[in-house]
Nanobody, 121 residues
Framework: QVQLVESGGGLVEPGGSLRLSCVAS???????LGWFRQTSGKDREFVAA????????FYGDSVRNRFTISRDNAKNTLSLEMNSLKPEDTAVYYC???????????????WGQGTQVTVSS
């Protein structure tokens, strides 16, 4: 069992930046990891994923070229650097580990509790 805890969310103005972190309770170096986000009344949206070695990264169309996913297996930490933030990036962001299928499918074994990101002036 892997427990995931996100942090780093908050309120930021449009055009600003935030860095989210996700710390695991145990080693997750063999797992592909992902970030998803969800707003009230909408389906969970794929944001980004990274393979176990950090050699392959995947991004959703709405965040590509603005967000960067990274991981530090020695520290059991997953990160999401978010730049050029827009109001439509406002959501609860979740980290996830160990997908059962495609990394963008949302079918993961482990999930964090989420952290709120609000982009507003």
């Amino acid at each position: 069992q892997v427990q995931l805890v996100e942090s780093g969310g908050g309120l930021v103005e449009p055009g600003g930046s935030l860095r989210l972190s996700c710390v695991a309770s145990s080693r997750f170096s063999s797992y592909t990891l992902g970030w998803f986000r969800q707003t009230s009344g909408k389906d969970r949206e794929f944001v980004a994923a990274i393979n176990s070695l950090g050699s392959a990264r995947f991004y959703g169309d709405s965040v590509r070229n603005r967000f960067t996913i990274s991981r530090d297996n020695a520290k059991n930490t997953l990160s999401l650097e978010m730049n050029s933030l827009k109001p439509e990036d406002t959501a609860v962001y979740y980290c996830a580990a160990h997908p059962r299928g495609e990394v963008w499918s949302g079918d993961y074994d482990y999930w964090g509790q989420g952290t709120q990101v609000t982009v507003s002036s």
